[in-house]
């Protein structure tokens, strides 16, 4: 059984005040949720104070990078003991715009894995193909190499402890959703490649889509064998729209 996990990725939005009136308005909206898990991945900057407006509540804390090493001379990071400090539950790491930004590679991601592993912060780990692989025919070679890579230092014991999100490129922030057919083929893709790795355990690792997901497609997405959660960046930042999208079960019908 795969429970649902439906996160936030904020990225570089919300100020302390912002992110904690985010905080209040989302929490009453969401407390009916059940067999979801709720996850806010937020700035560096307002992990401590999310951290202490979330306790008592089932929403977990999360952050949006992490350095693979505990400490040292790594001007402006931040590592996985710090996150763990925090109280954080999730991290993620390898997302597209670090990867294209910042030049991140298959084997930083994975030792920035390994290291959350260690601190029992699970790793959210990013895979995703551009428009330009997809044209080009080479989004199974991207998904492949990436999870391969990404995947390289995660023991397999470990292995029910990652989430892996399906972001294309192509779909992020662009309002450019795939459809629920297009991300199945790459979730089944992932799973089947999941499997390779990790043998039975495979099966049991979430897979979440990322993409413009929103209120209104959300539950489409959902109804997918192979989609367990959605990784939301543009809607998350409205409290509303994240809690419509964390009750997706109840968007089929009013549709
Ligand atoms: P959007 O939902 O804004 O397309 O962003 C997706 C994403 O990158 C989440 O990590």
Wanted: net charge negative; glycine share 10%; aromatic share 6%.
């Amino acid at each position: 059984m795969r429970h649902p996990i439906l996160a936030a990725n904020w990225k570089m939005h919300k100020t302390v005040g912002e992110a904690t009136a985010f905080v209040a308005r989302l929490l009453p909206r969401v407390e009916e949720a059940r067999g979801v898990e709720i996850v806010l991945a937020v700035p560096f900057t307002v992990l401590e104070r999310v951290g202490r407006s979330l306790e008592g509540s089932a929403v977990h804390l999360a952050a949006q990078n992490v350095h693979p090493e505990e400490q040292g001379a790594f001007t402006g990071e931040i590592s996985p003991g710090m996150l763990a400090d925090l109280g954080c539950r999730y991290a993620i790491v390898g997302h597209s715009e670090r990867r294209v930004l910042f030049a991140e590679t298959d084997d930083f991601v994975a030792r920035k894995a390994a290291a959350l592993l260690e601190r029992d912060i699970l790793p959210i780990v990013c895979v995703g193909e551009s428009l330009e692989d997809r044209e080009a025919k080479r989004t199974w070679d991207v998904l492949g190499a990436q999870i391969q890579g990404s995947l390289a230092r995660v023991p397999d014991e470990l292995a029910g402890e990652i989430v892996i999100a399906y972001e294309p490129v192509w779909a992020i922030g662009t309002g450019r959703t795939a459809t629920p057919e297009i991300a199945q083929e790459a979730h089944a893709f992932i799973r089947d490649r999941l499997a390779n790795r990790f043998g039975a355990a495979g099966a049991q690792i979430r897979i979440q889509y990322g993409g413009s997901v929103n209120p209104e497609n959300v539950y489409a997405l959902m109804q997918q064998p192979d989609i367990d959660g959605a990784l939301v960046g543009g809607a998350s930042l409205d409290p509303e729209a994240f809690a419509r999208i964390v009750a997706f079960e109840s968007q089929g019908s009013v549709q």
